[in-house]
């Protein structure tokens, strides 16, 4: 059985990135048609034909390997005295043709989105609702009510965005002796007294606590947090938290029967995190807190001893608040996060321009077939269901970034073709025809050679084991 549902993940896998390439390739060939441009070929799949047929003065074709697609047009590689050849076609009609493809990626990654969106419960807005009991975020300077709207300069326009703000936040040393550091210790203390007591439930209380008084300690632990993210000088903070461990002790009156003393304050030489200036919507007004912390652990005990800040994770460590499920938010969610996507596209592609990014986080088509069947097999761990959606969604992410990299200015890219016709209509004549055949040529050696290195690199890193998680 499970062999079959594999099966299954996969051909459905295949046949959402068939129907990536062919919206995307039928973008320019409907758009060519309508544009009386004379299409010879409308292919789905790369390699021999496995079978096709003709129709008017096109042949329609299905080709062996499920990699590709394409729209072979009169004279769009070569000269052609057809006057329904591509290149004799008025250049803003070109140009619709030639932005078709990125185009229709856009509207299927769209029609993706809703699939998976309009199955959700409810959505998140990145409006605060609560915190941790020793939330660093609430340390530096978040309040509950914020409305998050800008991490860094990154515009926060929903989950998406934030999401990825955080994930890419990087690390870095900051002041071991300032208030917000010093707050965040304060608020460990009387979590490691909560941690202490419900660990030993039977030794401090004589049995097992229940779920109501378990949740009420809580209460008390998280009610009490509040006084010591609000402190405004280290005296407050630790007194604070002092009032927080004796309201712990408390409980059921245990201070009556148990001894306990406040712990001290840790001081380190050094202290990293997560940080950055966040804009929030405070009160009707916009304003940016500077250096907010987020919560930064070492990913193992190793690292921390070897202070290896390269094995570092930023979490959560506060809610927002759930927006309401109907046809408004369903659609208003839908666009937003399908414009998430693109965004968080152009920002990666920045980020590896910027060195944020190296070789290695790049994938091809093995990475991306690795990428797939790993979310499959995630969602296969809740059920049938869950797997189908989290391969939906990836091909939402791989049809919005090749509409996005479609479009970059490069030569043999429909950006790069874009930008020739442009450069024709500004000085109302064509570029001339062997520079632009060289050029995309040249343009589509280069990008040939990039995917075969990247796949490489993709195939060794499933050998030695080394391919990044998701």
Same mark, same amino acid.
Request: glycine residues 6%; charged residues 20%.
């Given at each position: 059985?499970?062999?079959?549902?594999?099966?299954?993940?996969?051909?459905?896998?295949?046949?959402?990135?068939?129907?990536?390439?062919?919206?995307?390739?039928?973008?320019?060939?409907?758009?060519?048609?309508?544009?009386?441009?004379?299409?010879?070929?409308?292919?789905?799949?790369?390699?021999?034909?496995?079978?096709?047929?003709?129709?008017?003065?096109? +042949?329609?074709?299905?080709?062996?390997?499920?990699?590709?697609?394409?729209?072979?047009?009169?004279?769009? $590689?070569?000269?052609? =005295?057809?006057?329904?050849?591509?290149?004799?076609?008025?250049?803003?009609?070109?140009?619709?043709?030639?932005?078709?493809?990125?185009?229709?990626?856009?509207?299927?990654?769209?029609?993706?989105?809703?699939?998976?969106?309009? +199955?959700?419960?409810?959505?998140?807005?990145?409006?605060?609702?609560?915190?941790?009991?020793?939330?660093?975020?609430?340390?530096?300077?978040?309040?509950?009510?914020?409305?998050?709207?800008?991490?860094?300069?990154?515009?926060?326009?929903?989950?998406?965005?934030?999401?990825?703000?955080?994930?890419?936040?990087?690390?870095?040393?900051?002041?071991?002796?300032?208030?917000?550091?010093?707050?965040?210790?304060?608020?460990?203390?009387?979590?490691?007294?909560?941690?202490?007591?419900?660990?030993?439930?039977?030794?401090?209380?004589?049995?097992?606590?229940? $779920?109501?008084?378990?949740?009420?300690?809580?209460?008390?632990?998280?009610?009490?947090?509040?006084?010591?993210?609000?402190?405004?000088?280290?005296?407050?903070?630790?007194?604070?938290?002092?009032?927080?461990?004796? @309201?712990?002790?408390?409980?059921? =009156?245990?201070?009556?029967?148990?001894?306990?003393t406040y712990p001290e304050i840790e001081k380190r030489d050094e202290r990293i995190r997560y940080t950055a200036d966040v804009e929030v919507e405070r009160d009707g007004e916009k304003i940016t807190l500077e250096g907010v912390q987020?919560?930064?652990?070492?990913?193992?005990?190793?690292?921390?001893?070897?202070?290896?800040?390269?094995?570092?994770?930023?979490?959560?460590?506060?809610?927002?608040?759930?927006?309401?499920?109907?046809?408004?938010?369903?659609?208003?969610?839908?666009?937003?996060?399908?414009?998430?996507?693109?965004?968080?596209?152009?920002?990666?592609?920045?980020?590896?321009?910027?060195?944020?990014?190296?070789?290695?986080?790049?994938?091809?088509?093995?990475?991306?077939?690795?990428?797939?069947?790993?979310?499959?097999?995630?969602?296969?761990?809740?059920?049938?269901?869950?797997?189908?959606?989290?391969?939906?969604?990836?091909?939402?992410?791989?049809?919005?970034?090749?509409?996005?990299?479609?479009?970059?200015?490069?030569?043999?890219?429909?950006?790069?073709?874009?930008?020739?016709?442009?450069?024709?209509?500004?000085?109302?004549?064509?570029?001339?025809?062997?520079?632009?055949?060289?050029?995309?040529?040249?343009?589509? @050696?280069?990008?040939?050679?990039?995917?075969a290195v990247i796949s490489v690199k993709d195939i060794w890193q499933l050998i030695t084991g080394t391919f990044p998680s998701i």
């Open positions: 059985m499970q062999v079959l549902i594999t099966i299954a993940l996969i051909i459905i896998g295949v046949l959402l990135f068939e129907f990536i390439i062919f919206a995307h390739e039928f973008g320019h060939f409907i758009t060519a048609k309508k544009s009386g441009v004379q299409v010879n070929e409308f292919a789905l799949g790369m390699g021999p034909k496995l079978f096709g047929f003709k129709k008017g003065e096109t +042949q329609y074709s299905l080709r062996l390997f499920p990699v590709g697609g394409y729209c072979a047009m009169e004279g769009e $590689d070569q000269e052609s =005295d057809n006057p329904r050849a591509f290149t004799n076609a008025k250049v803003w009609k070109r140009m619709i043709i030639i932005v078709a493809g990125a185009f229709m990626n856009f509207v299927v990654g769209i029609l993706l989105m809703f699939i998976v969106l309009v +199955q959700q419960p409810y959505f998140e807005s990145t409006i605060i609702s609560s915190f941790s009991p020793n939330a660093f975020t609430a340390s530096s300077g978040l309040q509950t009510g914020d409305k998050i709207v800008g991490i860094n300069g990154y515009s926060i326009w929903n989950t998406k965005d934030l999401q990825f703000a955080i994930q890419t936040l990087q690390c870095s040393d900051v002041d071991p002796d300032s208030l917000a550091v010093y707050k965040e210790d304060c608020a460990n203390l009387p979590v490691k007294t909560f941690i202490e007591l419900v660990n030993n439930e039977e030794k401090y209380y004589g049995e097992k606590l229940t $779920d109501e008084e378990y949740n009420e300690l809580y209460r008390i632990l998280n009610e009490n947090a509040a006084a010591i993210q609000a402190a405004a000088t280290k005296e407050e903070a630790y007194d604070a938290a002092k009032k927080s461990i004796d @309201a712990l002790y408390a409980f059921k =009156d245990l201070a009556k029967t148990e001894e306990y987020f919560y930064t652990e070492y990913k193992t005990e190793e690292a921390a001893k070897e202070k290896n800040t390269k094995e570092t994770v930023v979490r959560y460590d506060f809610s927002v608040e759930p927006l309401e499920k109907n046809f408004g938010t369903v659609i208003g969610q839908t666009f937003s996060q399908t414009a998430s996507l693109a965004k968080t596209v152009w920002q990666s592609l920045i980020m590896l321009v910027q060195g944020r990014f190296s070789f290695t986080d790049l994938s091809g088509p093995v990475g991306i077939t690795r990428a797939v069947s790993m979310v499959a097999s995630e969602g296969l761990k809740i059920n049938f269901m869950s797997a189908v959606n989290n391969i939906i969604f990836i091909m939402a992410l791989i049809t919005v970034n090749l509409g996005v990299v479609n479009l970059l200015p490069f030569p043999a890219l429909d950006g790069g073709r874009f930008v020739m016709l442009l450069i024709e209509a500004i000085i109302r004549r064509p570029l001339p025809r062997k520079f632009e055949y060289i050029v995309n040529g040249v343009g589509l @050696a280069l990008l040939l050679l990039f995917i």
